[in-house]
């Protein structure tokens, strides 16, 4: 019988096959500390489980072999990336691992490699991203670290370490200034603030158009802390400028690293969230789609993107209505020839939330007081004046109260968003393969 390996803080991370074994001291079961066995990457079957201290004591143990070798420089380190990836299967650690591995490496650096800056100014910045700004134990160390990395930029410049060019120098400033952004206090953004604007002098003043994805990062993180600071959502125009680096940063990692590399694939999901925030729905599931078939095919069923992309579909495939009592509803399936609609719930606004099925009641409603929520999969269809556009599919992004009329965006982006009567949308509850639709 199975049983769950856990993860560096003793959460589940993946199904532990019998007889699984750590790949470094071959022994079963949780080591003599108690650590249990992880794996949270692309290894599958037995392999890939390792102890965390064992993972630890290999990653160490390859570090002192570079510097042997005079590997020394801030790129030709992280470029092996010894404490990030899983050694077998070449990808990125993800969970909690890296939450353990972050602490281990800085606590090595500093320990025989306190000459060494580049190395410790890369350990400091793996380490600043796996903290979370809003648990006070994380807060203080991460107040440490930046301090830390601020007096090791004096002490590069006066040094001339060439590891800090104008990408490391602004991608330093902008790592402190999330920080304080992740802190969400009023002082803590005024401080993000100003190191964000910092990164922006330095790239704007020193760099070139090929930082133009740098720029457009820092930008959209200023946005964030501005917006925070003014204690209101973040308009309407961020979060179009959200969709645009995060497809601009997808279509890079694609051309540079390739589609199955895991860090493409998370950007895919950044990606594939933002569309649908953005009520771009169809494009957002097409996306999410391709990403939990090529994530099941490359690093197995257990990875963690490939749960990520799985349960982000079943949330995005609710087809989520309301029948004007406040409430949301599932809408199911229309009957009686499209005059009625069979709706499920009431279930939770929040669409991340866990539901309680027992609780939700199936019943049928006329179709004429259904208003759909914005972002949902449509077809036009009973149109008399514009029959040309009957069959196009497309998403609600909005309503017009003067005239009581959905605001469709087509997917054909060869036609115009339309404003239709509700009696001539219905719900897509299965979206058509694209490929399919143009070869019919």
Same mark, same amino acid.
Request: aromatic share 8%; net charge neutral.
């Given at each position: ?19 699984? *074994? ?19 990457? *692309? ?39 010894? +404490? ?23 606590? +090595? ?28 134990a994380d807060r203080v ?13 004096? !002490?590069? !410049? ?31 953004l005024q401080k993000g ?47 179009? *400028? ?68 799985? +349960? ?7 087809r989520r209505a309301s029948?004007?009592?406040?409430? *949301? ?42 208003? +759909? ?39 054909? !982006? ?20 694209? !490929? ?5």
């Amino acid at each position: 019988m199975s049983s769950s390996s856990q993860s560096a803080t003793g959460t589940p991370s993946c199904t532990l096959p019998d007889g699984a *074994s750590c790949w470094l001291c071959l022994e079963e079961g949780p080591d003599d500390s108690g650590a249990p066995l992880v794996r949270d990457c *692309s290894c599958r079957g037995h392999s890939g489980f390792a102890h965390l201290p064992c993972l630890v004591q290999y990653a160490e143990s390859k570090s002192r072999d570079l510097a042997e070798r005079g590997a020394i420089t801030l790129r030709e380190f992280f470029h092996e990336k010894i +404490f990030e990836q899983c050694p077998n299967c070449k990808q990125p650690f993800q969970g909690n691992i890296p939450y353990g591995m972050t602490t281990a490496q800085l606590s +090595f650096f500093e320990r025989e490699f306190k000459d060494v800056l580049s190395w410790q100014m890369g350990a400091l910045m793996k380490r600043i991203l796996v903290l979370d700004g809003r648990k006070e134990a994380d807060r203080v160390e991460g107040e440490d670290i930046c301090a830390k990395m601020l007096t090791l930029i004096d !002490k590069m !410049k006066k040094n001339r370490d060439p590891s800090l060019d104008v990408i490391a120098l602004a991608t330093i400033y902008q790592e402190i200034g999330i920080f304080y952004y992740r802190v969400d206090t009023k002082q803590s953004l005024q401080k993000g603030k100003g190191y964000l604007e910092t990164a922006m002098d330095i790239v704007v003043t020193l760099g070139g158009r090929e930082l133009q994805c740098l720029v457009e990062a820092i930008k959209n993180n200023l946005a964030n802390v501005e917006a925070r600071l003014s204690g209101v959502s973040i308009p309407d125009e961020h979060a179009g *400028s959200d969709l645009r680096s995060f497809r601009t940063r997808y279509d890079f990692l694609l051309r540079a690293i390739g589609q199955n590399d895991v860090r493409t694939m998370q950007m895919g999901v950044h990606l594939a969230t933002a569309l649908f925030e953005a009520y771009q729905t169809l494009e957002a599931l097409r996306l999410l789609e391709k990403l939990a078939c090529a994530s099941r095919r490359v690093h197995g069923s257990d990875h963690r993107i490939t749960a990520d992309t799985a +349960f982000l579909l079943r949330q995005y495939q609710v087809r989520r209505a309301s029948i004007g009592d406040g409430l *949301s509803y599932q809408a199911l399936r229309y009957e009686n020839d499209g005059k009625s609609c069979v709706i499920q719930g009431p279930i939770p606004s929040n669409i991340y939330a866990p539901r309680n099925v027992d609780d939700e009641k199936t019943v049928s409603v006329a179709t004429a007081v259904i208003y +759909f929520s914005l972002g949902s999969p449509v077809m036009l269809h009973g149109l008399k004046k514009a029959a040309h556009l009957n069959g196009e599919i497309g998403e609600v992004r909005g309503y017009c109260e003067l005239t009581d009329r959905c605001v469709v965006h087509l997917e054909d !982006k060869g036609l115009r968003p339309v404003k239709v009567k509700h009696e001539n949308v219905r719900i897509v509850f299965d979206v058509p393969d694209p !490929k399919k639709e143009s070869s019919s």
